[in-house]
């Protein structure tokens, strides 16, 4: 009848033939999530493309108060952050459990950095009045360097753009503090690390979606 | 034909499997009480737990229709303030859509039957099935919620700059409310697509995938590609109301049209998600009923696809009056005509399929008559809709309410009601009174048409939709399809009557009581908790009924359902029956 | 087929080519700060951008995400979507940039 046969390890579940089906099957999952989330950052790409072909002065001028300097450690920040998680998944692997928790308290912490240096950036920006929507309120000096009419669109997109990507840092930080956990509590090793896995891959797109936000937003000359 | 596999070619014992006709513990009896339903991870009962929230909607919807029709009695005020009317077509409109056709074939029959139709024992992702369900769930408590704010008025659509100009608490509530079942629709996608590439019973390679297997992976596509479109148009919706982020409101600098390029963008292929899972149900029902093999297989296999790819480039013809471009709107007319092709090859492959059929008209099968009908007058009336110069006129009018109204319901929902009939036995082990269900067709046929034929010459003559007022001349088409929709509203009354009466007490169910060669025939009604209870393996052709059914019956010889070794090779065309 | 059980190897990157590709990476990322600060005309400006940001996208969606080694399905699921990006992208543009005023006025 339907009995679990005591040839499969405990972590597969019991509509699986076995651990990598298992294992594939969430991967294919998980790849099937990030697709969806292409798409849902490419409507925000979208609009983005959209006003820039129609307003290419307004993106020039209003990306003088983007600093990339700040922009481009962020980005570094984000591709340490992504070499760190993918060496945590070698570390699962090798069934090096202190190596992934290392690895992960890493990312983590890089993770936290990317969001300290993403809060000054707003808070610079709010003092000057660089703010979504109905608070826009730019100051005289802002106004002198930048006096397109629709710079609230340009900055309305930066905010969205990069406020639903610091959303989900948070929450791939929430995540990998949950594998650090578990990893502690020994759930996972190489024979079953898929969390660790699909939970680096969902990281990997937010530090691709950051690649492209980089230039587009920070870099316009 | 058969396909061979060409890399590892290992024998399987097998042995056959006849399902048992009395079944003592199934999925039913297994987990009992509520909590056990709340908390299930089975496909099973989690399509079922669909299925009724499905209908609950769609009865709720469907009362409002019954009281817009009845207002629409009389040119002005019948019994509704015109301000009421606005949020009651509009509530009509959001309920249907994105609360019961958007879910309902996908997730109420996809999830019991597509599992079993693959050999398997469940989705690939239970828990995140259940979660899916859940999600729904909270999407309808925030719609609910924005009712008690002070609702919505801006039709299904949403259009800016009056949702978000209106910054009203009842939009906002609702259109979070979408946003969140959004991600029921994409989670149920993901969890189907990875099913159908993960989960299939030895011997069922692509070419042996029943058609509405294919019908549920093209639409999963659709649903993994679109909705993340709509999540984020909705949300920037929600921050031009809360935040006045001004990307789609014209006095803050944005465009209007832009957002119903982006609303349409899902719109459009969500409409493909409703009917694509409704096809895959004809192609079943159909050979079912004709015991013949669906003529042109892969025609209609890849048709699927091909319209889930042509869909998502048409959606401009919503727009056609908006104030495109002209180089759009041409592009967008002639992709529209195109995209009926894959579509009408469809009906024609059914049509051909019935040819020398040996038909049965059972329930199911008069839906798919019925079907094939409505929905081609839905088709072309679209098509016609399609063609710009006609468009010019008969944009927002009735015409446009007549098409969508055959497609989605002459389509959709007779083809869930097809499936509803035919794979009643299998999912409650009962049979439906067979008459009743016949009457009830030829009722909802009847009802259907007379509500919605005039509409289309209403619409002609220039009657605008959504309006609430009316000139006399457009008063007997009115009455018409008032009295048409209550001729509906009864027929579907009676429809949940005798299901309803077919659980308490109703004739038990075959295993297979119509002679399906389909693999979710082949075990027992209703099945057990685990589907089968031995792997099944397959080596015909879904439709292959011109071979004995103990072909179908057959499943790995001592098998461990599943577990063990050597349990999932590829399979040659040398099986050894044991 | 669907129920492959053959033991395939998970692929355990070296910790030298994940750290070569970080090392890439990061070169990448000053060099199209450097770049963006010479004066290129447009459109060649956001095309350099963009294809140095397309090559450190493949780096890793490739290396770090594991895509050079896994099955080839997973790698068509990215393209797929970026192919969907971009029509929903072009299409639309070919109604923005063709209109003849950027907001249609009634």
């Given at each position: 009848m339907a009995n679990h046969s005591?040839?499969?390890?405990?972590?597969?579940?019991?509509?699986?033939?076995?651990s990598d089906q298992q294992f594939d099957s969430a991967k294919l999952g998980m790849w099937v999530f990030l697709v969806n989330e292409i798409l849902f950052f490419g409507g925000l790409f979208c609009a983005y493309i959209i006003f820039r072909v129609w307003y290419p002065d307004l993106f020039s001028q209003a990306a003088l108060e983007l600093n990339k300097v700040w922009g481009g450690i962020n980005t570094i920040v984000l591709i340490g952050s992504s070499l760190t998680v993918a060496m945590a998944i070698r570390s699962a692997q090798r069934n090096e459990i202190k190596g992934l928790r290392i690895n992960l308290m890493i990312t983590i912490l890089l993770a936290c950095v990317f969001l300290v240096i993403k809060y000054f950036e707003y808070e610079h920006k709010l003092h000057l009045g660089i703010a979504p929507g109905s608070f826009w309120n730019p100051t005289p000096e802002v106004l002198a360097v930048l006096d397109h009419p629709k710079a609230n669109i340009f900055f309305s997109i930066y905010y969205v753009m990069t406020g639903i990507h610091g959303l989900h840092v948070i929450v791939g930080i929430g995540l990998m503090i949950w594998l650090y956990i578990r990893a502690g509590k020994g759930h996972f090793n190489s024979e079953y690390y898929t969390p660790v896995e699909i939970t680096g891959l969902y990281w990997h797109l937010v530090d691709l979606i950051w690649i492209f936000l980089f230039p587009l937003l920070y870099l316009i000359e | 034909m058969a396909e061979v596999e060409t890399k590892k070619m290992t024998t399987l014992q097998v042995q056959r499997f006849i399902p048992s006709e009395n079944p003592t513990n199934t999925y039913l009896t297994d987990e009992k009480g509520v909590w056990a339903w709340m908390t299930t991870v089975d496909h099973k009962k989690i399509g079922l737990m669909y299925l009724a929230s499905v209908a609950f909607f769609f009865a709720l919807a469907g009362f409002l229709a019954l009281a817009l029709r009845t207002e629409l009695?009389?040119?002005?005020?019948?019994?509704?303030e015109a301000d009421t009317y606005n949020q009651l077509f509009t509530l009509h409109g959001a309920m249907m859509v994105?609360?019961?056709?958007?879910?309902?074939i996908p997730a109420a029959l996809g999830n019991f039957i597509m599992p079993m139709q693959l050999g398997a024992?469940?989705?690939?992702?239970p828990r995140l099935n259940l979660a899916s369900f859940y999600i729904y769930v909270i999407g309808a408590i925030f719609t609910f919620i924005s009712l008690y704010m002070n609702g919505f008025d801006t039709g299904w659509t949403f259009y800016t700059p009056y949702s978000s100009d209106a910054n009203s608490a009842g939009v906002i509530w609702v259109t979070l409310g979408v946003f969140i079942l959004g991600f029921s629709s994409i989670l149920t996608g993901t969890n189907f697509i990875t099913t159908i590439h993960k989960l299939r019973a030895p011997g069922i390679t692509w070419g042996r995938l029943p058609l509405n297997v294919w019908a549920l992976y093209a639409t999963s596509i659709i649903q993994v590609l679109a909705t993340p479109v709509l999540a984020i148009t909705i949300l920037l919706l929600s921050f031009e109301n809360i935040l006045d982020i001004g990307i789609f409101d014209p006095a803050l600098g944005g465009d209007p049209v832009l957002y119903q390029h982006f609303f349409w963008f899902y719109s459009h292929p969500a409409v493909y998600i409703m009917i694509v899972p409704g096809f895959g149900i004809i192609s079943e029902v159909i050979s079912t009923f004709s015991k013949k093999t669906v003529f042109g297989y892969w025609a209609i296999a890849l048709s699927s696809l091909a319209i889930a790819f042509i869909g998502f480039?048409?959606?401009?013809h919503h727009m056609f009056t908006s104030g495109q471009s002209a180089v759009a709107t041409t592009v967008f007319s002639f992709l529209t005509f195109l995209v009926g092709i894959p579509t009408g090859i469809k009906i024609l492959n059914w049509v051909a399929t019935l040819y020398k059929g040996s038909i049965e008209m059972k329930t199911p099968m008069i839906y798919v008559f019925i079907f094939l009908f409505l929905f081609s007058i839905g088709g072309f009336t679209g098509i016609m809709l399609g063609a710009l110069s006609v468009d010019i006129h008969l944009h927002d009018t009735y015409y446009v309410v007549a098409h969508f109204h055959y497609v989605m319901m002459g389509g959709t929902l007779i083809a869930l009601l097809a499936g509803l009939h035919y794979w009643w036995p299998k999912m409650t082990g009962k049979m439906y009174n067979e008459t009743l269900g016949k009457i009830s067709a030829v009722l909802i046929f009847i009802g259907f048409n007379m509500t919605f034929l005039p509409q289309f010459v209403m619409g002609a003559q220039g009657m605008p939709r959504r309006y609430y007022n009316y000139i006399d001349q457009f008063q007997p088409f009115h009455q018409t399809s008032t009295i048409g929709s209550y001729i509906l509203g009864v027929a579907f009354l009676i429809i949940l009557y005798y299901l309803v009466k077919s659980l308490f007490g109703g004739e038990k169910a075959p295993s297979n009581p119509w002679n399906s060669r389909g693999l979710e025939w082949q075990s027992t009604s209703p099945p057990d908790f685990h589907n089968f209870d031995h792997t099944p393996v397959v080596i015909n052709h879904p439709y292959d009924y011109h071979k004995p059914m103990e072909e179908f019956q057959l499943g790995i010889a001592v098998s461990h359902n599943g577990h063990?070794?050597?349990?999932d090779e590829a399979v040659s065309e040398e099986t050894k029956k044991a | 087929m669907s129920t492959t059980a053959h033991k395939h190897e998970h692929h355990v990157a070296s910790a030298f080519q994940l750290w070569l590709i970080g090392g890439a990476l990061v070169v990448l990322t000053i060099l199209t700060v450097v770049v963006s600060s010479l004066p290129i005309p447009a459109p060649l400006d956001i095309i350099t951008a963009l294809s140095i940001a397309l090559v450190k996208a493949f780096l890793v969606a490739a290396f770090f995400m594991g895509l050079y080694w896994d099955v080839k399905f997973n790698s068509m699921l990215l393209i797929g979507a970026l192919v969907f990006f971009i029509l929903m992208v072009t299409v639309t543009l070919l109604d923005t940039m063709y209109r003849n005023d950027i907001v249609p006025s009634f």
């Open positions: 005591a040839s499969q390890p405990a972590h597969v579940q019991h509509h699986f033939v076995d | 009695w009389t040119p002005a005020k019948t019994f509704i994105f609360f019961v056709l958007v879910p309902s024992k469940d989705v690939a992702f480039l048409v959606w401009g063990g070794e050597h349990q | -």
